[in-house]
C-alpha cells in the first residue's frame, strides 16, 4: 500500500513540473489571466487552472519569399530578402498577436514593396545597404509593441526582366570603355611630359644627345637577334649641312 502511495504521490508531482530551457520562458496564465514569465528550469504548473507557453527567445531568420516591385521609374522586378529578429519580451510576443511568426513575416513583405517601390533602378542597385537600414527601422519600429526585436535585414536577390539586363549589360560594356581611354590618354600625357622633359634636359648639356645615342646602340648591340642601325650624331650632320652651304656660297661667287 505505501508503494502504491508513494508511486501516486510521484506521479502527481511529475504532472505539476513544467521544463523551460535556458533559451526559453514560459508564460504563465491562471484562469485565463496573464500571471508572469517563468525563466528557466522547472516550474509548477497546476493542471487546468493554469496554463504555461514557451516562447523561443533565440535569434529567428524570416526568409522573404520574392516580391514583384515597380520601382520609382517604372521598372518592374523581383526581390527578396532575410529578416533576423527575436523576442525581447516573451509576454506580448504572446498577449499581443497571434502568431508572431507569421505577422513579422507579412509586415517584411509590404514593408520591403513599399520601399524598394519608393526608390528608383539605379538606387536600388546602388543603395542596398541603405534601402536594408530603413526596411529593418520600420519593422523594428511596428514590431516593437509585439516585443520583437529586429536585428537585422539583407536584401538578398534583385530580379530584372531579361531586356533591362542587357541594357544595364551594354551600359556597363560602355562605362568600362569609357574609363579604358581615359585612362589611355592620361597616360599618353604623361609620357609625352616625361619626353618633353628628357629632351630638354639633353639639348641643354653639349654631348648628352650623342652619349644617349650610342647608349641605345649598346643596349641594341647586347641581344645578337636585333638589327643594329648606325645613326649619325646629329652634330656632324649639322657640320656636313654648315659645309655644304660654305661650298655651295663660293661656287656662286667663282660664278660671278
Do not use: C
Not at 504572446?94 to 509586415?107: D, G, K, P, R, Y
Amino acid at each position: 500500500m505505501f508503494w502504491y502511495l508513494l508511486i501516486g504521490v510521484v506521479v502527481t508531482i511529475l504532472a505539476f513540473l513544467r521544463e523551460v530551457k535556458q533559451y526559453e520562458r514560459g508564460v504563465v496564465l491562471t484562469m485565463g489571466k496573464f500571471t508572469g514569465v517563468r525563466g528557466p528550469g522547472w516550474s509548477i504548473i497546476v493542471p487546468v487552472f493554469q496554463t504555461m507557453k514557451k516562447v523561443d527567445m533565440r535569434v529567428k531568420a524570416v526568409d522573404v519569399p520574392d516580391q514583384k516591385v515597380i520601382t520609382k521609374d517604372n521598372v518592374s522586378a523581383s526581390i527578396n530578402a532575410v529578416i533576423y529578429y527575436k523576442v525581447s519580451d516573451a509576454a506580448k510576443a504572446t498577449l499581443e498577436v497571434e502568431n508572431f511568426f507569421h505577422a513579422v513575416s507579412q509586415l517584411a513583405q509590404t514593408t520591403m514593396r513599399n520601399i524598394v517601390g519608393g526608390a528608383e533602378l539605379d538606387e536600388v542597385l546602388s543603395q542596398r545597404d541603405e534601402l536594408s537600414a530603413r526596411i529593418q527601422m520600420i519593422i523594428d519600429k511596428e514590431t516593437d509593441e509585439w516585443g520583437i526585436t529586429v536585428e537585422n535585414v539583407e536584401l538578398k536577390d534583385f530580379f530584372l526582366p531579361e531586356d533591362m539586363e542587357r541594357t544595364i549589360g551594354k551600359q556597363a560594356e560602355a562605362e568600362r570603355e569609357r574609363r579604358s581611354v581615359i585612362i589611355k590618354a592620361e597616360g599618353e600625357v604623361a609620357a609625352a611630359e616625361n619626353m618633353a622633359k628628357a629632351a630638354t634636359m639633353l639639348s641643354a648639356a653639349p654631348g648628352a644627345l650623342h652619349l644617349r645615342t650610342l647608349q641605345s646602340l649598346n643596349d641594341l648591340s647586347s641581344d645578337q637577334s636585333n638589327t643594329v642601325v648606325f645613326a649619325v650624331p646629329i652634330e656632324i650632320l649639322r657640320a656636313v649641312e654648315s659645309a655644304n652651304g660654305l661650298m655651295a656660297s663660293m661656287n656662286a661667287q667663282k660664278v660671278e
